[in-house]
Each structure stands twice: as structure tokens, then as C-alpha cells.
């Protein structure tokens, strides 16, 4: 068959030009982030919204940087990276992420936990804007303390210390536990509602409570996984029992014994050379924790300002990473992000069951918390166990804590 090249080529000739023509004419250009303050929200359940803000700046053509806010806290992320119009947003040190498309003024997308197959829906709107807006004036002030049940009347309860400071709407503060803190947490008292609210990058954690000048009646949320019921009531004398009366040595044992390996696969226990005649503080811990985060900060900043202190630390990372690899990825990012100078030992990894942990460490009664912390004098011999961390967003507990942390750990060392 033989083509008409008279009718053939005009046609093509057209379909070219209109297609390279249709090139010349898209102007479209992958969107540009603004830079400021955004309002993220993720959404939880019961329909209910957990908010939080961050300020997203542009560090040079390709790369961005956040500050997540929480109340006083202040978490820097570097790791942003953009690809047409989709993000990539890593919090430090946790394994969480949130992977997004976005428009100049819209981020949609997910926070994604891999390990724990966890991802809770995700959407940020630029502007200033407070995380949460009142729309009547507040009835009471929940300044104050507050003795906390969760989950009450069920095997599962436990207590809590609501500690917290009221501006006009604005609420700030926290719960303790036996366990640890609920982060820096904030919000606002929306008549007779409070709602307040904290994301890290490892949790998001929502409280909402119908509030009387007596009682908070509410619900925990955390991420959309889970929630549990709350009631307090106000008391300002109330303590919780001390965290160095939770966790202790079963009967018939004298010592702590462990072997588990470092990064570079060395099998190391208390029976080595570095841990000799020395005082020893044990943490027993998770890079997933944001408690042991904090504690692991206090750890790194301790020894840098007591350089002369001879006492010696090891970790024991207990790590929901499905692999052994992962487990050793995180405690690689931890230690580089924060300056971790310490061992850091692999005691567990695919879950961070505590009874599990437990096993592992089986002159102890429990592991109650991660983190709990293990005092070893120069003999050998257990001293104390600490169960949990309230850290900086418990304020006046932290700095008391602080105080009678360096008077311990000297006492150990100067035996």
C-alpha cells in the first residue's frame, strides 16, 4: 500500500505542532510552599480533630525547615524533602512520618508509623491561627492540680497528676503519671469544654473534658489507635506514689545481669571492663519513647556538664522496629541527633511488650515503664530503680528531680 504523502504529512505536520505547541503553552509549575505559620490537624476518633501548629521557613531553593509547637516546646525538623508536589516530613529521632501532597497553601496527606502499621489522616492550612478556637467565653479556671483516674473502674485504671495554668481561654500544662508526662500539652476552656492537645512526632495525644469548678469528665485520645476514659477532680495536695517504690529487685537476686549487642554486633554486659569498679546508671528505654527522649537529653547533658564525674551509663533499647536492622537504625538516628556518647544496646526488637521486656530481665518485678532507670554502685549492688520520667513539661517536678538526680549519682560515686 502506497500513502497519499500529499494528505499524510499536512496531518502529522499539524499533530506536531499542536502537540509542541501544547508544551510552549503549559506554564504549569510544581506549587511553592508558603512560608509561616500553618494549623495541621490530624484526625482521631469520634469525629474529633487534633490540632497543632507549625512554621515552616525556606532554608535555600530546595529545602525547607519546620518548628513544631507545644506550648513551650519547640521541636526543630530538618528532614522536609519536596519532589513535585508531594512532602516528605520526618520529626527527629522518631520513626514517624508524614507524607503529603500539597498546594502553595494546603498540605493533605498521612502520619504514618511503619512498625506499628498505624496511619492517622493528616491536613494543614496555612495562616495564623490558634490550634483551637473558642467560641465562648470560659465558665471556670482549670488552673490548678487535679487528681486524674484513667480508665476508673476497670483493671485497667491508673492515676494521673493534671497540672495546669488557664490565660483567659488559653490552657497549658500536663498530666504525670507513674509512668512519665503527656508532653507539653495546649488548648483552650471553650465555655465549659476543654479540649488540649500535643503532637511530637512519635504521639499525638488529644484530652477532652466537660469541666465544672470541681471535676473534669473527659476522654483520651491517642493518634486514632486509641481512647480511655477520664475523671478528676480538683485537689492540690494530691501526689502520686514515688516512682522509686515501683520497680525493684525480686527476692533471690543481689544484681542486674544482661548481655546484648551495640551497633557494631559486640555482646556487651556489666561484667566488662568499662563498667569496672565504676557506678553504673542503666536506662531502660525505647527510641520510639518520647519520655526516653527526654531522659536520654538530661543523660547527654549530665555527663557534658560533669566531665570530671566518674560514673558510667548504658542504655537498653527495647524497640517495636520489625527488624533487627531497623531497631538499629533508630538507635543510630537517636544517638547522632542528640550526641548519645553511652552505649546504646539492642535488649529487644519487633516489640516493646513490657511483660516481654520483663523476660529479658527477669530479677526484676516488672517493667513498668519505658523509661526506668537502674542505680549500680561500685560493688555491683542494685540502689535504686526509678520507674518513668516527668520531664520539662512538668516544671517544678522536673527541676526537683534534676537536684536530687546529681545528689545521688554523687553519693554513688564519692563511696
Request: proline share 4%.
Amino acid at each position: 500500500m502506497v500513502l497519499n504523502k500529499t494528505v499524510f504529512m499536512p496531518k502529522l505536520g499539524l499533530l506536531c505542532m499542536l502537540w509542541l505547541l501544547s508544551l510552549s503553552c503549559d506554564n504549569t509549575k510544581d506549587p511553592v510552599l508558603r512560608e509561616g505559620i500553618w494549623v495541621a490537624e490530624l484526625e482521631v476518633q469520634d469525629n474529633e480533630i487534633l490540632p497543632f501548629n507549625f512554621d515552616l521557613k525556606k532554608i535555600d531553593q530546595e529545602h525547607y525547615a519546620m518548628e513544631i509547637y507545644n506550648a513551650e516546646e519547640v521541636i526543630e525538623v530538618d528532614e522536609v524533602e519536596i519532589k513535585n508536589d508531594s512532602i516528605i516530613i520526618r520529626t527527629p529521632v522518631f520513626e514517624g512520618y508524614i507524607a503529603a501532597t500539597f498546594t502553595d497553601s494546603t498540605i493533605k496527606g498521612e502520619f504514618i508509623k511503619e512498625s506499628l502499621d498505624r496511619i492517622v489522616p493528616f491536613s494543614a492550612t496555612f495562616g495564623q491561627r490558634d490550634r483551637f478556637i473558642a467560641k465562648q467565653e470560659p465558665q471556670v479556671n482549670v488552673s490548678g492540680i487535679w487528681r486524674t483516674e484513667f480508665s476508673p473502674d476497670t483493671e485497667d485504671s491508673y492515676l494521673g497528676k493534671g497540672i495546669f495554668t488557664q490565660n483567659g481561654t488559653k490552657v497549658t500544662g500536663t498530666f504525670r503519671t507513674t509512668t512519665g508526662d503527656y508532653r507539653f500539652l495546649e488548648g483552650i476552656l471553650d465555655g465549659d469544654v476543654m479540649k488540649i492537645s500535643a503532637f511530637d512526632g512519635a504521639h499525638a495525644f488529644l484530652f477532652t473534658a466537660k469541666v465544672t469548678d470541681s471535676s473534669l469528665v473527659g476522654t483520651f485520645y491517642s493518634g486514632n489507635h486509641f481512647q480511655e476514659p477520664f475523671i478528676a477532680k480538683r485537689n492540690e495536695s494530691f501526689e502520686l506514689p514515688e516512682a522509686d517504690s515501683l520497680t525493684f529487685l525480686k527476692p533471690g537476686y543481689g544484681n542486674l545481669a544482661f548481655s546484648f549487642p551495640d551497633a557494631n554486633g559486640a555482646m556487651v554486659s556489666l561484667n566488662d571492663a568499662q563498667f569496672k569498679d565504676k557506678a553504673v546508671i542503666v536506662q531502660i528505654m525505647g527510641t520510639w519513647c518520647p519520655n526516653c527522649l527526654d531522659e536520654t537529653k538530661f543523660l547527654v547533658n549530665y555527663l557534658k556538664n560533669n566531665p570530671g564525674l566518674d560514673i558510667a551509663v548504658v542504655a537498653l533499647a527495647f524497640e517495636y522496629a520489625k527488624t533487627e536492622e531497623k531497631a538499629f537504625n533508630s538507635i543510630k538516628r537517636l544517638t547522632s541527633a542528640i550526641g548519645v556518647e553511652y552505649p546504646v544496646l539492642l535488649a529487644q526488637f519487633g516489640t516493646s511488650s513490657k511483660s516481654k521486656a520483663q523476660e529479658k530481665l527477669p530479677m526484676l518485678n516488672h517493667v513498668l515503664s519505658y523509661p526506668t532507670t537502674i542505680f549500680i554502685d561500685k560493688k555491683g549492688a542494685v540502689r535504686k530503680i526509678h520507674t518513668g520520667f516527668n520531664g520539662p513539661a512538668t516544671g517544678s517536678k522536673y527541676e526537683l528531680f534534676k537536684d536530687e538526680f546529681d545528689a545521688y549519682v554523687k553519693l554513688l560515686v564519692s563511696e
